[in-house]
T-cell receptor, first 113, second 113 residues
Framework: SAVISQKPSRDICQRGTSLTIQCQVD?????MFWYRQQPGQSLTLIAT?????????ESGFVIDKFPISRPNLTFSTLTVSNMSPEDSSIYLC??????????FGDGTRLSIL | RKEVEQDPGPFNVPEGATVAFNCTYS??????FFWYRQDCRKEPKLLMS???SGNEDGRFTAQLNRASQYISLLIRDSKLSDSATYLC??????????????FGKGTKLSVKP
């Protein structure tokens, strides 16, 4: 399976700031996904990022808060904007398909003070 | 009814024990089913897909009951290294259209010496 690297692996940020998370894949993939996992909760899909088109956001997530870039078939970024303590979470990117197993990056652990 | 529901556990078992996890899902049109394993502070990793006829991978056996909308995972001869959270994952369909993977909250397993 693809090797997926995320940066940063963790960060502590001040409220009101923004952080961009990078996801790099070692092979070309069509679909990339961004998830959030809040403490003690299941993974929740934020959006699907396809190269060459706008990201598709799930209910409860908006582009202004979570802008996503997908400049090519091996890379994507997720920005968490105007952060508040409620954004403290693990953010994960994955590759795969909607009806096939997805493989995850090692995650970005984000804490907001 | 939650889309994917699991007993959160924790299941505390001795080495060598057999343990079974259950998962129910709400969407009768679901077509794809998986079990993932998530170690503490790590990303989820695919353990196995679940097929209609049931499938086995070493000490792990997965079963699907479409009529009852129920998935199970059986672990035989538990090892200390099996200690983790096991996530039930189901692909949802909405109004005839393929949706996304939905993750259960997970069942925590702790295998003791």
């Amino acid at each position: 399976s693809a090797v997926i690297s995320q940066k940063p692996s963790r960060d502590i940020c001040q409220r009101g700031t923004s952080l961009t998370i990078q996801c790099q894949v070692d092979s070309q993939v069509t679909m990339m996904f961004w998830y959030r996992q809040q403490p003690g909760q299941s993974l929740t899909l934020i959006a699907t990022a396809n190269q060459g088109s706008e990201a598709t956001y799930e209910s409860g997530f908006v582009i202004d808060k979570f802008p996503i870039s997908r400049p090519n078939l091996t890379f994507s970024t997720l920005t968490v904007s105007n952060m508040s303590p409620e954004d403290s979470s693990i953010y994960l990117c994955s590759v795969g398909a909607r009806d096939q197993p997805q493989h995850f990056g090692d995650g970005t652990r984000l804490s907001i003070l | 009814r939650k889309e994917v529901e699991q007993d959160p556990g924790p299941f505390n078992v001795p080495e060598g024990a057999t343990v079974a996890f259950n998962c129910t899902y709400s969407n009768s049109a679901s077509q794809s089913f998986f079990w993932y394993r998530q170690d503490c502070r790590k990303e989820p990793k695919l353990l196995m897909s679940v097929y209609s006829s049931g499938n086995e991978d070493g000490r792990f056996t997965a079963q699907l009951n479409r009529a009852s909308q129920y998935i199970s995972l059986l672990i035989r001869d538990s090892k200390l290294s099996d200690s983790a959270t096991y996530l039930c994952v189901v692909n949802m369909w909405y109004g005839g259209s393929q949706g996304n993977l939905i993750f259960g909250k997970g069942t925590k397993l702790s295998v003791k010496p």
